[in-house]
């Protein structure tokens, strides 16, 4: 009997034993893939597709077998600083010795060759999906500017013309086959299938002046264009929703005249603005229409066209007649003085919210356009730039980059006396509640978006160790769960903390960096159906930042890229623009675990997470290799780990 109850014993401590090996099993492999050389990098792009770069070429390989799809030989060993996803499209850039490509990541078709073209250097390029075109603006071999349009579907080239173009500004695509070109000095209405120009007026009397200077006028353009290489001219094109007009915007600036009590001068800033006929590009006003400040916004109205400058403390705001450019607002026309220089503005309900800013404040004004009126006495005082707003029954909830609160727009006033310091990332909306953590109690907050009631949710406050803060709110059916990169953790709707838990990190924050990116192009996706979605990229960005700076700028692009996702409609991008989406709603239904990467006594780990209950549930061992070559796709839950110089190995968490 004794015997037995031993051996039971001993069976429960081999048990006990093993539930930690069990709970940190390896994550189930998916595939395995052997290439024929060396690997240099992999890449999942954010539509979900595998690159590898390797000695036998440029491979685009199928997540779901491992094998190839498709293969670009000639472009073998190429660098990751090479390689560049082109957000809002299906293609990718490639440099390499002096060719510039573009690439669609589905089928590895070339659709620009710089060297095919005839272009010795690339200056700028244009996606024109409803023209199935490429515009690309350049350099010849003998240095002599060039442009091309090449068909998007083929690669071919439609036409090119040499000496005709200055530094493009913008392209719009017209319809009926026409494009419209503003380019530093001229204006060009062109057939987009054959580069024929319809017409061409000069962007400025100065611009006309230049070109009738003959060589001189020439040489004046080419240096002015090599300026604009180091130099960001401010020229704005601006197109009226009826498509019948459109408008540039140029600033200049000189200094004061008054003494100057710093040791720099101080700068005076003009803006001009001049309305063109889209039909046969003819000027609708005589002259130019003049506000004083820097470039703003403009915003389109049935009455006029509203301009919102940056004056500093002096800045008018005005509505301008379509026809006669006379200003209609406030005393004699003259406009409507606000505190501040706009940066901002948001439509709600009837009204427009104006956002500026002063060296030292930021500004919330309500502007009623069609009274042509700030409806507030005083302009409130809040903290932080504000980011996004969700218009309530009879208020506006806004959203800054350090806080909350509920601004009533007839009154001007603040519902709280006290903010909620937050941010969009820490805000999430559900069944018509709001729900915001609080930085500086810990504690979650929700807002009853009828009733404009805020509730303390939590009845503890949430603290992260490893000096971390919670940097991501995401509501499950059965709580709100918040997570930083080594800290996840969930409060039921009762308002009782179910756990909090900390991974250790690794020592070295490149082990991080796949796991970051991928991370952070899953926020943006979910940022897209958010209503504050610039926000949401903006602080996504800011946070990356702090930790990869090169991965923060291709989120700055990818952002504002899924921003405008639903505007494109091409043929040739449908495929794109599917995926796009379908991994957007992918993000919709939501997902029950994260991945984090930890370091479990000398190894590092990449650990599936669960979000019910917290504990990691199956990990992929990345060894002690202190240059790990791994990508994840945070999506699909996927993973690719380079565990050898030629073997990749995927593995499937979901």
């Known amino acids: ?92 850039s ?74 493009i500004i ?17 204006i060009y209405k062109l057939k987009a299938s054959t580069g024929k120009t319809i017409w061409k007026k000069p962007t400025s009397d100065e611009a006309a002046s230049v070109d009738k200077l003959g060589a001189l006028g020439k040489l004046m353009k080419e240096a002015a264009n090599n300026m604009t290489d180091l130099v960001n001219i401010d020229l704005r094109f601006y197109r009226k929703p009826d498509g019948t007009t459109f408008y540039l915007g140029s600033q200049q600036e000189s200094p004061f005249t008054t003494i100057s009590t710093s040791q720099n001068p101080i700068m005076k800033y003009t803006s001009r603005y001049m309305s063109y006929n889209v039909s046969d590009g003819s000027k609708v006003w005589d002259r130019y229409l003049e506000v004083n400040g820097k470039l703003g916004f403009v915003d389109f109205t049935e009455n006029g066209l509203i301009i919102l400058p940056d004056d500093g403390n002096r800045t008018k705001i005005n509505l301008f007649d379509y026809q006669t450019k006379s200003g209609k607002w406030g005393n004699k026309g003259r406009g409507i003085s606000i505190k501040g220089g706009i940066y901002n503005y948001m439509k709600s309900n009837d009204g427009i919210l104006l956002v500026s800013q002063t060296s030292s404040n930021d500004f919330l004004n309500y502007l009623d356009p069609k009274a042509g009126v ?119 709707f009762d308002g009782t903390t179910e756990y909090v838990k900390y991974y250790p990190a690794p020592r070295e924050e490149g082990w991080k960096r796949a796991l970051l990116y991928a991370s952070a192009a899953r926020a943006l996706l979910i940022s897209a159906q958010s209503h504050l979605i610039s926000g949401s990229i903006a602080t ?26 639903g505007t494109a409609a091409s043929s040739y991008a449908n495929e794109a623009f599917r995926r796009a989406n379908a991994r957007i709603t992918a993000t919709k239904s939501g997902r029950d675990f994260m991945f984090i990467m930890s370091q479990q006594d000398k190894e590092i780990v990449l650990l599936k997470v669960s979000k019910i209950t917290g504990q990691a549930e199956g990990q992929v061992a990345l060894g002690n290799d202190r240059t790990p070559n791994y990508a994840v796709d945070d999506i699909t839950g996927q993973i690719y780990y380079l565990t050898g110089n030629n073997k990749i190995t995927s593995y499937k968490a979901n």
């Open 170 to 186: 913008a392209v719009n695509e017209l319809g009926n086959d026409e494009l419209l070109l503003v380019t530093l000095f001229n």
């Open 1 to 92: 009997m004794k015997k037995n109850r031993i051996l039971n014993f001993q069976i429960l401590l081999f048990f006990a034993m093993l539930l930690p090996l069990i709970s940190f099993s390896q994550v189930a492999v998916k595939w395995n893939k052997q290439f024929t050389s060396t690997i240099q990098w992999q890449e999942v792009t954010t539509l979900g597709n595998l690159i590898v770069s390797s000695g036998e070429g440029l491979l685009g390989i199928d997540s779901e077998t491992g094998k190839t799809k498709w293969s670009k030989t000639k472009l073998s060993n190429i660098s990751r600083d090479r390689f560049e996803e082109l957000p809002n499209s299906p293609f990718f």
């Open 540 to 565: 996504i960005e800011r946070d990356v930042a702090k930790k990869d700076l090169a991965t923060a700028g291709f989120i700055s692009q990818v952002g504002n890229a899924y921003s405008n996702l």
């Open 374 to 492: 700030i409806t507030f006495e005083d302009p409130v005082k809040i903290r932080g730039s504000v980011v996004g707003i969700v218009p309530l029954a009879s208020s506006i909830l806004y959203i800054t980059d350090q806080s909350m609160n509920i601004l009533d727009q007839s009154k001007g006033l603040l519902k709280w006396k006290n903010n909620i310091a937050t941010s969009p990332n820490l805000t999430a909306e559900y069944e018509g509640k709001i729900y915001a953590f609080d930085l500086s109690s810990g504690i979650i907050k929700t807002i009853d978006k009828k009733t404009e009631e805020v509730i303390e949710l939590s009845k503890t406050p949430i603290f992260f160790q490893g000096k971390e803060s919670p940097r991501q709110l995401e509501v499950l059916e059965d709580g709100i769960f918040l997570n930083s990169d080594q800290n996840v953790a969930k409060v039921k």
């Open 94 to 167: 490639i440099k390499d010795n002096g060719v510039f490509y573009l690439i669609d990541q589905f089928a590895g078709d070339e659709v620009f060759n710089s060297s095919k073209a005839g272009i010795a250097k690339v200056n700028e390029y244009f996606l024109l999906y409803n023209s199935d075109a490429i515009l690309v603006a350049g350099q010849d071999a003998n240095n002599n500017p060039i442009i091309v349009s090449v068909k998007m579907s083929d690669g071919s080239l439609s036409w090119s013309m040499n000496d005709k173009f200055d530094r």
